[in-house]
């Protein structure tokens, strides 16, 4: 069973400028998460998409941050602009259901705003 | 707020002992405690999980102790080894919304000296 699939794996950027995050969770997973981990820091939830549905953002900053899931598989994280802060690993996972625990965790991508 | 307390942040200890990480919860409302390790560069991965209607799960070298009264529960690595050495990060989840939803501890970076 392939894991999930995140790309790139290192960007750097100005602040100010545009970026996106691409995910491929695991194939028949309905609940889909993007998590922002800041160095020495633990996951931190930005949204929970099931399907194609957002369940909670609650924690995205949403002038900044905006998320799809079309179609309910893939997905796509974008900041525009970025800020400094927003430098961190962006982690996507995957879960059978919203129901099932366990969340399966690509890679990560790590993010430089300089 | 930071739901999950997690402690030490860093630890240090030889080949052959037994790391002791110590969370503490608030909610009461959770009901699924799993422990995650993380290597450098990789995405979190269930390593353990237990649930609040026992008091000890062990698989292999890993043991979870949960005190539900307390609200406190523990994660230790017997006769650790330097391929243990990574940053294990504990977690609880509970419904909110009708859905599942995980708050991390802040993370232990451990380091088992040969």
């Known amino acids: 069973e392939a894991g999930v699939a995140q790309s790139p794996r290192y960007k750097i950027i100005e602040k100010r400028q545009s970026v996106a995050f691409w995910c491929n969770p695991i194939?028949?997973?309905?609940?889909l998460y993007w998590y922002q981990q800041i160095l020495g820091q633990g996951p931190k939830l930005l949204i929970q998409?099931?399907?194609?549905?957002?369940?909670?953002d609650s924690q995205l900053p949403k002038d900044r941050f905006s998320a799809e899931r079309l179609k309910g598989v893939d997905s796509t994280l974008k900041i525009q602009p970025a800020k400094l802060e927003d430098s961190a690993v962006y982690l996507c996972?995957?879960?059978?259901?919203?129901?099932?625990?366990?969340?399966?965790f690509g890679p990560g991508t790590r993010l430089t705003v300089l | 707020q930071q739901q999950v307390k997690q402690s030490p942040q860093s630890l240090i200890v030889q080949k052959g002992g037994i790391p002791i990480i110590n969370c503490a919860y608030e909610?009461?409302?959770?009901?699924?405690f799993p422990w995650y390790q993380q290597f450098p560069g990789k995405g979190p991965a269930l390593l353990i999980a237990?649930?609040?209607?026992?008091s000890e799960k062990k698989e292999g070298r890993f043991t979870i102790s949960f005190n539900k009264s307390a609200k406190q529960f523990s994660l230790h690595i017997m006769d650790s080894q330097p391929g243990d050495s990574a940053t294990y990060f504990c977690?609880?989840?509970?419904?909110?919304?009708?859905?599942?939803?995980?708050?991390f501890g802040i993370g232990t970076k451990l380091q088992v000296i040969p």
């Open positions: 194939s028949g997973h309905a609940t």
């Open positions: 998409f099931q399907n194609n549905g957002v369940v909670d």
């Open positions: 909610n009461t409302a959770f009901d699924y």
């Open positions: 237990i649930r609040p209607d026992v």
């Open positions: 996972a995957s879960s059978r259901d919203r129901d099932y625990n366990e969340q399966f």
């Open positions: 977690a609880a989840s509970g419904k909110s919304g009708g859905y599942q939803k995980v708050t």
